[in-house]
């Protein structure tokens, strides 16, 4: 079986490089998906609606058209990785896990012990709280090959 791995979150760090080449290098049956990582492109996900006078509105168009993607492969994950990030807020991970959390889809929150608190909702939905890359990959190794 080949694994469907959804990255969300924090988009400023190399994390998802780091497990992508964990899990290439301990030959892992894995395919990653994410949501779109250039903040730019992702802002103006809308813009080929049209234009906006409202930085609101601008926003919800975009979001709209991010949605398509993320809905799409967070339903067809097969386990997510969530990532929070200690230098800005990612609402939209938030957002995520809780999707997750809805569709029923496991999930694995990958964040700095400092932040433990105002994560507490999102960690208890969760099946287990990483602080590294690497955590994360040797959970996947064990959920994959159960060693």
């Not at 080449?21 to 395919?31: K, N």
């Not at 997510?80 to 896990?97: E, H, L, P, S, T």
Request: charged content about 25%; proline content about 3%; aromatic content about 10%.
């Amino acid at each position: 079986m080949k694994w469907n791995v959804y990255l969300s979150g924090e988009i400023h760090t190399d994390w998802r490089e780091q497990i992508i080449q964990g899990c290439r290098e301990a030959d892992l049956p894995v395919e990653f998906t994410s949501a779109v990582t250039d903040h730019d492109a992702s802002d103006a996900a809308g813009d080929v609606l049209g234009a906006e006078s409202s930085h609101f509105w601008r926003d919800h168009k975009s979001a709209k058209v991010n949605a398509i993607r993320t809905k799409t492969q967070i339903e067809r994950c097969d386990i997510a990785v969530v990532r929070f990030g200690d230098k800005y807020k990612q609402w939209n991970a938030a957002f995520d896990a809780g999707f997750c959390a809805a569709l029923g889809k496991p999930y694995i929150t990958l964040h700095s012990a400092d932040i433990i608190h105002p994560l507490k909702e999102v960690d208890s939905a969760a099946m287990a709280w990483a602080q590294t890359p690497q955590q994360v990959i040797e959970l996947l190794a064990y959920v994959i090959n159960a060693k």
